[in-house]
């Protein structure tokens, strides 16, 4: 079975401006995601999808895999991510003339991964036959608890069917981490979701969890790192 890894990097970005390019450690951020994939031995292919030339260029220098640009149309930060990946994969099968059964999305803003978090995600993936997996960690907040929203002019908690009094007594939840994402090809193609019935989940811990969203959650990465 033929496994390729798509690393997806827009150009711009909301709050943490050029952040797929921003130094930790004298490297830009974005090869810490390709170094990972690369020495989990794991892929027939490393494959970018960018829209911008610098970040092709700089993945190509360490060891990836870059050389067309992402259209327009998936380029904003409006849309998912999973139409990128999609065509990635076609233009990768198009160039090598081969087929990949096993699809992986390292998110670059999640750096802090190991590689045994790589190859133990595809480990349960395998054996749960899934026909996806996603990567999530224990939340450290509780929509059936203690968060609010802004409704009918007012702050107020987010309601729910029951009353909950401690955080204890709540449903347990999960975040997302947007750490690793691996697909079965034709789930992706034909489904294009992230969660089904078949869906498994590789649990990480939350200081292997952060994803960059902003400078605060940067500057934490960039310590940990």
């Not at 702050?155 to 975040?175: C, D, H, M």
Request: charged share 30%.
């Amino acid at each position: 079975m033929k496994k390729i890894c798509i690393i997806c990097m827009r150009a711009g970005s909301t709050e943490v401006k050029n952040k797929n390019l921003k130094l930790i450690n004298g490297k830009p951020l974005l090869y810490y995601t390709i170094d990972q994939a690369i020495k989990s031995k794991l892929f027939e292919r490393i494959v970018v999808s960018t829209d911008s030339i610098k970040i092709l260029n700089l993945s190509n220098k360490f060891g990836a895999s870059g050389w067309f640009l992402r259209p327009k149309k998936y380029a904003n930060n409006k849309i998912s991510k999973i139409p990128s990946i999609i065509h990635a994969v076609k233009k990768a099968e198009k160039k090598y003339q081969e087929k990949y059964d096993i699809i992986f999305d390292l998110d670059v803003t999640s750096p802090l991964r190991s590689i045994k978090d790589i190859k133990n995600a595809y480990k349960k993936f395998k054996k749960d036959n899934a026909s996806n997996l996603i990567t999530g960690c224990s939340s450290r907040k509780n929509p059936y608890f203690n968060m609010f929203e802004y409704k009918n002019n007012q702050y107020q908690l987010v309601k729910n069917i029951r009353n909950f009094t401690s955080r204890q007594s709540a449903p347990k939840v999960y975040e997302m981490n947007a750490s690793i994402y691996i697909w079965k090809r034709s789930y992706l193609f034909n489904k294009r979701k992230l969660f089904g019935k078949k869906t498994s989940v590789y649990f990480m811990p939350q200081e292997r969890s952060i994803d960059i969203d902003s400078f605060f959650d940067f500057k934490i990465v960039k310590s940990l790192i």
